[in-house]
C-alpha cells in the first residue's frame, strides 16, 4: 500500500499501525546504517527510531508539520539530533558541532526538545498518587468536575475541584523542580526568538 | 507565582477557549507582556496532550512486534539431525519453504522494480551518511592560538565555517598545504555550499596521497550527492571501496544504496 508524506504524518498522528511500518520499512535501515556507522548498535537503532517517531507523533498532533522535502529525509534528520544528543551526553563527542544538515533544522530541534518535556511530564505524572492520576486523567479526556466527581465517588464538586487543583498543583511543582525542564524551558524561548 | 485554583481555571478556560470573548483578548494581551504566564499557558497546553496520548503506545506496540519479527527473521535456519519418516516430513517442508522463499524473492523483486518511492533520493543518502569530520588526536599536538591552522580546525569544530575559511585562505597564502584545502572542503560542504566545496576537495587532492586524500574523496563523493550528481559520486565511491582504507567500506554501502 503506497502512502502520500500527508497520508503518512496524519496517520502517525493517529497511531495508524499502516503508517508505522510503512514508515519503517522504507527508513529503519538506512537509520541502523547511520546509528552503526556512528560507535551505535542495533538496539540504539530501534530505540532511536521508536524515538523519532513519537517526535512526528507529538510534532503533528500539536502544530502539522511543514515538510521542506520528502518525509523519510525529515525522519532521518529527527534521528539523526537525537542520536548526536545522546552521543554527545555519554561524552563521546563533545567537541562536535550538532548538525542537522537539514532545511528544517530549528523545528526538528524544537520538536524533538518538545518531545523530551512531554516524556518529562509523563515522568513526573507516573509519580502521583493513584487517586491523582484518575482525576487528571479524566481531567486532561475534557471530563467535567459533575462527571468526575460521579465516575470517582467525590461527595461534592467543590471538593473534587479542590482536590484536582491540588493535584494539578503538585505535577506542575514537580516538573518545575526539575533542572532539565528549566533548561528545555530557556532554549525553546532561544529557539523562538 | 501563578499557583492559585482562580488563575489554573482561567489558564484552563482560555485554552478551551471559554472565556468571554474581551477576558479572551485581555488575556491573550497579558500572555504577549509577561514571559512566566506565557510559559505556564504553554505548559498547561502540553500537559494535556502529553497525558493522554493514545496513539503513542500503539506507535510502540507495533514498533515493538516489527523490531521482534525483524530478528526472528535474521536467524539462522536449525540444522537438527533427522532420522525415518520424520525425514521425507522435513524434506516436504523444506521444499515449502524453499518455494514460499522464491515466491517472497520474486514479489520483493516486483516491488522494489514498482516502487520508486522506496529507493534512497539523494537527500536521504547525504543526510544519512554525512557527520562532520573529527579531528585526528596528533592533528592538534600544538596550541591553537600560536598555530593559525589549528585555530581553523578549532573553529570548523565550533561550527564557526566562515571564520575557519577565512583564517585558511589567510594560510593559503603562505604555504601549499593539504590540510588547508581540506578544511576550506568541509567548511563549505557543512555550510551546504557543495560546489565549492568539490573545488577544495579537489585542490586536496591534487597533492601525493597524504592523510586527507581519502577522507576528502569520501567528503567530495558526499558533496556530489548535494549536487545531484550521482554518476560522479559513485565513481569516486568506488575507488574508496577499493582502497581498502578507512572510508571503503562505508563507500561501498552508500554505493549500493545509490544505485
Request: net charge negative.
Amino acid at each position: 500500500m503506497e502512502f502520500t508524506d500527508e497520508q503518512l504524518l496524519n496517520g502517525l498522528a493517529k497511531g495508524d499501525n499502516r503508517c508505522v511500518k510503512y514508515m519503517y520499512d522504507t527508513t529503519f535501515q538506512l537509520v541502523v546504517q547511520f546509528i552503526k556507522g556512528n560507535r551505535g548498535t542495533l538496539e540504539d537503532a530501534e530505540d532511536i527510531f521508536q524515538e523519532a517517531l513519537i517526535v512526528l507523533y507529538r510534532k503533528q498532533n500539536s502544530q502539522p508539520i511543514q515538510l521542506e522535502s520528502k518525509l523519510r529525509t525529515y525522519l532521518i534528520a529527527v534521528c539523526k539530533y537525537i542520536w548526536y544528543n545522546r552521543v554527545r551526553s555519554r561524552q563521546y563527542m563533545d567537541t562536535i558541532e550538532n548538525k542537522v544538515d537539514y532545511g528544517d533544522e530549528p523545528e526538528i530541534i524544537e520538536g524533538v526538545e518538545q518531545s523530551d518535556r512531554f516524556t518529562l511530564y509523563k515522568k513526573y505524572f507516573n509519580e502521583l498518587s493513584d487517586k491523582c492520576r484518575e482525576i487528571l486523567d479524566l481531567h486532561f479526556q475534557d471530563k467535567s468536575m459533575a462527571e468526575i466527581t460521579d465516575l470517582l465517588g467525590f461527595t461534592s464538586i467543590g471538593y473534587a475541584r479542590k482536590r484536582k487543583f491540588q493535584c494539578k498543583e503538585k505535577l506542575i511543582q514537580a516538573i518545575k523542580a526539575d533542572v532539565h525542564y528549566q533548561k528545555l524551558k530557556s532554549r525553546s524561548v532561544k529557539i523562538k526568538n | 507565582m501563578y499557583a492559585s485554583e482562580e488563575i489554573y481555571e482561567k489558564i484552563e478556560l482560555y485554552i478551551n477557549g471559554q472565556l468571554p470573548q474581551e477576558e479572551q483578548t485581555a488575556f491573550e494581551q497579558e500572555i504577549n507582556t509577561s514571559q512566566e504566564l506565557a510559559d505556564e499557558v504553554r505548559l498547561f497546553k502540553e500537559l494535556k496532550n502529553a497525558i493522554f496520548e493514545p496513539g503513542a503506545e500503539q506507535i510502540k506496540s507495533e514498533l515493538k512486534s516489527l523490531y521482534a519479527q525483524n530478528k526472528i527473521e535474521g536467524q539462522p535456519v536449525n540444522t537438527s539431525k533427522n532420522t525415518g519418516g520424520k525425514q521425507i516430513f522435513l524434506k516436504t517442508k523444506q521444499f515449502y519453504y524453499v518455494a514460499a522463499s522464491l515466491l517472497l524473492i520474486a514479489i520483493n523483486a516486483v516491488l522494489v522494480l514498482n516502487n520508486n518511492n522506496n529507493s534512497y533520493t539523494d537527500a536521504d543518502a547525504f543526510v544519512a551518511y554525512y557527520t562532520p569530520y573529527e579531528y585526528l588526536a596528533h592533528e592538534r599536538t600544538e596550541d591553537s592560538n600560536v598555530n593559525p591552522l589549528h585555530h581553523a580546525i578549532k573553529n570548523y569544530e565550533k561550527g564557526a565555517y566562515k571564520e575557519a575559511i577565512a583564517t585558511l585562505e589567510g594560510e593559503q597564502n603562505k604555504e601549499r598545504n593539504s590540510l588547508i584545502y581540506y578544511y576550506k572542503g568541509l567548511s563549505y560542504l557543512a555550510m551546504g555550499e557543495s560546489s565549492q566545496a568539490i573545488d577544495e576537495f579537489n585542490k586536496c587532492i591534487q597533492f601525493d596521497s597524504t592523510l586527507f586524500t581519502e577522507p576528502a574523496m569520501w567528503y567530495m563523493a558526499l558533496a556530489y550527492i548535494k549536487e545531484h550528481n550521482r554518476e560522479k559520486a559513485s565513481s569516486i565511491l568506488t575507488k574508496l571501496a577499493q582502497s581498502e582504507g578507512r572510508y571503503s567500506q562505508k563507500a561501498d554501502e552508500l554505493n549500493q544504496a545509490l544505485d
